[in-house]
């Protein structure tokens, strides 16, 4: 069993649809959860960023983390086309420089006009 | 500006013969990454960096090899040893303080084996 596991999709939505992608992992240690997205032939640039539990939002984008579970998601909001990319989680259980990130599979996303 | 240039960005190799990707940083980061990325299989560490002259194999190193002797540079060596080495490879770096754990990125380089 992976460390991490995402649904790797395609997933395929109408232009204003509300877009929810998740994330569930088995090590209790990790506290610290990201969410990158990276557009066709780039390299992935950080989304959003949550320590331990709780939700963040920042503007179309809200992360949440729920550690009982081992359950994270990300919410895009009125999705637009440029949203079209591959979202990839990614957590650590340790700050600082050793701290290793562990990638989900990522999911690829399309936000149709 | 700042940032991570890696080159090639395309390259094709013929099988049994090593390659060696760039990895040039302007960002001053202590730390340098290089993963690999398979389709459905997310981001693979091979080898990580904390400082010059010191590296340390990650989840996948079987093939590859690393040098450290300048802080703004890490190539990568894909080795004919590499079993399946067509892939797409991301360098990565991150600053001395943890903040919000960001890794940057750079624009990644694609191998293809002929």
């Known amino acids: 069993q992976k460390e991490v596991e995402q649904d790797p999709g395609p997933l395929s939505v109408p232009e204003g649809a509300i877009v929810s992608l998740n994330c569930t992992y088995s090590n209790s240690a990790f506290q610290y959860f990201m969410w990158y997205r990276q557009y066709s032939r780039k390299g992935p640039e950080l989304l959003m960023y949550t320590y331990s539990s709780g939700n963040k939002e920042d503007g179309r984008f809200t992360a949440q983390v729920d550690k009982s579970s081992k359950y994270i998601s990300l919410f895009i909001r009125d999705s637009q086309p440029s949203d079209s990319a591959t979202y990839l989680c990614a957590m650590s259980a340790m700050s600082g420089n050793t701290g290793k990130l562990i990638f989900g599979q990522g999911t690829t996303l399309q936000v149709k006009p | 500006d700042g940032g991570i240039t890696q080159s090639p960005k395309y390259l094709f190799r013929k099988e049994g013969q090593n390659v060696t990707l760039s990895c040039e940083q302007n960002l001053n980061h202590d730390a340098m990454y290089w993963y690999r990325q398979d389709p459905g299989q997310g981001l693979r560490l091979i080898y990580y960096?904390?400082?010059?002259?010191d590296f340390q194999k990650g989840d996948i190193a079987e093939g590859y090899s690393v040098s450290r002797e300048k802080k703004e540079s890490f190539p990568l060596t894909v080795t004919s040893a590499q079993k399946n080495p067509t892939a797409f490879y991301l360098c990565a770096t991150k600053g001395r303080v943890w903040g919000t754990g960001e890794l940057f990125f750079g624009e990644g380089s694609r191998l293809t084996v002929l």
């Open positions: 960096s904390q400082i010059v002259n």
